[in-house]
């Protein structure tokens, strides 16, 4: 059984998995993507996956077998395990519990070679419905507190397979990032009465403003923060204020028009950095708390082009050698090669 | 002019570089260690580093020529910049300050081909003691609030040049992660009133227990923690309460007695796990803050073992595939080919 532990000194809560246990000799010098021979997310292989929790079938099909577009199942390798009670237990000053929780796979397309990127705004559409759709079957879960979505793209931000996918983990603690964003943003609206991130949009959006924008529709922005940690990293946000990613009334719409921005944007990272490995992560408030009014869900993307060095890891100290205003400028001037869906 | 910006939603301090300046297609697809040719860190090339801040010379020799086992520079490509105000302002909701600050480097040893672990463990005490002397000198500067000392060992782990080296970070603000460990500390002792990394130390030495020790002295404990991020990640801590790494009345023996416990340490990790990249961070407590009763100074070395994928980055949430009982006693099991310096 997987484990949670709790850092005495800072509260972090790490995964101590035992699925993955690794012993000194299993760690090569770096991680590899699986590339040729047998995939296990391809159509037809349907049966060398745990069985599937959620599918889009478009022209119909039974379940676990091919005529799917986008296909969600649990991870084959989880880092937590969905059976089992919290059991939560102290050892002297320690705190612990069972590694309950989800882990799942969005299989984002059928086709082995494709790239996020590259699928149609439509598709784009799609997966992210399939994200909301999970959102809202876990919550039903008590012993959940949070649903983490991600996408680790390439064997440097840490993909394993190289079938396009994203995952989730659906956790009993809030992630510290999370808990982070979600305190020092109930402070500022303590404080000022408004959403820290509405006021960051409207800073940034602003007439005559607009230097860290990358892109703009009627109801979203991508920016490069004021403070990135990393070179090019990118933030998609709602326009308006919203706490969470799955609250709305019109997904298909809605969905539509963020597929198109995150595609855009996507491929302008590809182009100006020559399709680098990346990572993103969807922030949003804890499914259980609906509709805050200091919270503000948003995507945050974060090309690997540099080694995130131990040292800022272990100061949270980051150093990043480009500013964000010359890194927007750059994104703002490629030629995106084809129309993304509703992007300036 | 570099510059120190705020995240407005978590509070968190960037640098942005300005002397590392990266345009979109300066990134390349990894960092990799300058190996081969022309090296500024070696003896005879003293002319080609910014004129050293201190050094040891055993058998005396003039500034900036040879002679030196520890020489310490400030970097040539320094992330922050000794010279200027803070210039503190306000960008609409944003906050910024100048980037002033130390950023210098420990060359450790003058062979090229030396790595830390290797040498005698009087060198070792040697760079223990500069990295002492470069924190009471900085200590007088009163616009910096913290003396961040690291090392990157190997491309993978952020080292830019082969001959091994630490580096000295000194800044305006506290670190992020010692900021968390001091404010985390000071509660536990508010609550207890007693000092958490000496409640640990206990916990992990006392009879009966000792399943997570790597190595003790009569003066220090290595220690794989309660909840490590990184698969081996091991702290070396002072058995007895101690908030200041500078603040000892006997550092030549002191230092020895640590140096012999690091190296065996490091010797230990190079053999189990086929030497790999490294990062270490000295944590202690801010020069000015004097004797904290709550902080405990310690080291924690992290073996670049995994990729850590942006998701942990985004999440701060770790996955450890290697529980730390396993990892310690992998450690414990190591006959480290020639006697460490006092190491059980």
Redesign the interface.
Same mark, same amino acid.
């Given at each position: 059984m997987p484990?949670l532990?709790?850092?005495?000194?800072?509260?972090?809560?790490?995964?101590?998995?035992?699925e993955?246990?690794?012993?000194?000799t299993n760690?090569t010098?770096?991680?590899h993507t699986k590339s040729g021979g047998f995939c296990p997310f391809c159509p037809g292989n349907e049966d060398k996956t745990p069985p599937e929790v959620y599918a889009i079938r478009p022209e119909g099909g039974v379940a676990n077998g091919p005529g799917w577009s986008v296909r969600v199942v649990p991870n084959k390798f989880p880092?937590l395990q969905i059976e089992g009670g919290l059991d939560r237990r102290g050892?002297?000053?320690?705190d612990r519990m069972n590694g309950v929780g989800a882990h799942e796979v969005i299989i984002e397309s059928p086709d082995h070679d494709a790239e996020l990127a590259d699928l149609p705004a439509e598709h784009i559409r799609d997966v992210l419905l399939a994200y909301r759709e999970r959102m809202l079957d876990l919550n039903g879960d008590r012993r959940l507190r949070y649903v983490?979505i991600?996408k680790?793209h390439g064997?440097?931000?840490?993909a394993t397979l190289e079938h396009t996918h994203s995952?989730l983990?659906a956790?009993p603690i809030i992630?510290?990032?999370?808990?982070?964003?979600l305190e020092?943003?109930r402070r500022?609206f303590e404080l000022k009465e408004r959403c820290?991130?509405c006021?960051?949009v409207h800073?940034e959006t602003e007439d005559g403003n607009g230097r860290r924008v990358v892109g703009m529709t009627d109801g979203f922005v991508a920016l490069e923060?004021?403070?990135?940690?990393f070179?090019?990293e990118t933030w998609i946000l709602p326009r308006r204020h919203d706490a969470a990613f799955h609250s709305t009334d019109d997904p298909a719409n809605e969905y539509l028009e963020l597929a198109g921005l995150l595609r855009d944007t996507l491929r302008r990272l590809n182009q100006?950095?020559d399709r680098?490995p990346?990572?993103?992560?969807l922030h949003t408030s804890p499914v259980s708390d609906g509709d805050l009014e200091y919270f503000h869900w948003h995507i945050?993307i974060?090309p *690997?082009?540099?080694?995130?060095?131990?040292?800022?890891?272990?100061?949270?100290? *980051?150093?990043?050698?480009?500013?964000?205003e010359?890194a927007a400028q750059?994104l703002r001037q490629i030629t995106v090669e084809e129309a993304g869906g509703g992007a300036r």
């Open positions: 484990e532990r709790k850092d005495p000194v800072v509260g972090r809560w790490v995964i101590i998995s035992t993955r246990s690794r012993r000194p760690f010098a770096g991680s880092a050892e002297g000053l320690y983490l991600f680790n064997a440097a931000a840490g995952q983990i956790t992630p510290r990032v999370l808990q982070e964003e020092g943003s500022y820290v991130f006021d960051v800073q923060p004021f403070a990135p940690r070179p090019f100006a950095l680098p990346y990572n993103f992560v945050e974060m *690997h082009l540099t080694n995130v060095a131990g040292f800022e890891m272990g100061s949270g100290f *980051h150093i990043n050698p480009t500013p964000p010359d750059y």
